[in-house]
T-cell receptor, first 115, second 111 residues
Framework: EAQVTQNPRYLITVTGKKLTVTCSQN?????MSWYRQDPGLGLRQIYY???????DKGDVPEGYKVSRKEKRNFPLILESPSPNQTSLYFC??????????????FGNGTRLTVT | QQQVKQSPQSLIVQKGGIPIINCAYE??????FPWYQQFPGKGPALLIA?????SEKKEGRFTISFNKSAKQFSLHIMDSQPGDSATYFC??????????FGEGTQLTVNP
């Protein structure tokens, strides 16, 4: 089944404790990206990747890191999480080579709470 | 920088009604205009999309109307059902990589 898989679904952590949220897609998609969803703010892009070893900042990259060492994986790293990073996170991928002008396929989300 | 403005924030209709959700944008380079539907506990999923060379596209009970000169596009849901209750996002795109979503519209269809 074609899908984007995020893990974990739920995560509670404390301020400053490094964490990684994994994202994997099995559709051979070139384009992958991370979003955070907050009430009243919609979905905001954190980072995106056009291809392996190519990543770029989105609208809200502060406090986050990403890497794209393999085509199928795009982990999101919070080196020192803070309470304002408490949010619902989504990973998404798209098939168009170098272009996101095609539907995004989303994972089911990771709800992160930082205390 | 407000590139995409979606309205209304929330909408309540009775079953059979026709909710309309609007999306206004600023970037004239956008060339793909999708609407996403999100149910609680799930990621958004593509509902319907339109390219700028047509003014309307219909898929089942869902219709997109596109007004290029006004820089806006709308989602119409005909004969709405309780199962259509969800959050809807517009996300106009262009070749390039930044994607901007609207703030979302929470639709409730009462039985």
């Amino acid at each position: 089944e074609a899908q984007v898989t995020q893990n974990p679904r739920y995560l509670i952590t404390v301020t400053g404790k490094k964490l990684t949220v994994t994202c994997s897609q099995n559709m051979n998609h070139e384009y992958m990206s991370w979003y955070r969803q907050d009430p009243g703010l919609g979905l905001r892009q954190i980072y995106y990747s056009m291809n392996v070893e190519v990543t770029d900042k989105g609208d809200v990259p502060e406090g986050y890191k990403v890497s794209r060492k393999e085509k199928r994986n795009f982990p999101l790293i919070l080196e020192s999480p803070s309470p304002n990073q408490t949010s619902l996170y989504f990973c998404a991928s798209s098939s168009e080579r170098g272009r996101p002008n095609s539907p995004l396929h989303f994972g089911n989300g990771t709800r992160l709470t930082v205390t | 920088q407000q590139q995409v403005k979606q309205s209304p924030q929330s909408l309540i209709v009775q079953k059979g009604g026709i909710p309309i959700i609007n999306c206004a944008y600023e970037n004239t380079a956008f060339d793909y205009f999708p609407w996403y539907q999100q149910f609680p506990g799930k990621g958004p999923a593509l509902l319907i999309a339109i390219r700028p060379d047509v003014s309307e596209k219909k898929e089942g009970r869902f219709t997109i109307s596109f007004n290029k000169s006004a820089k806006q596009f709308s989602l119409h849901i005909m004969d709405s059902q309780p199962g259509d209750s969800a959050t809807y996002f517009c996300a106009p795109q262009t070749s390039g990589s930044r994607l901007t979503f609207g703030e979302g519209t929470q639709l409730t269809v009462n039985p």
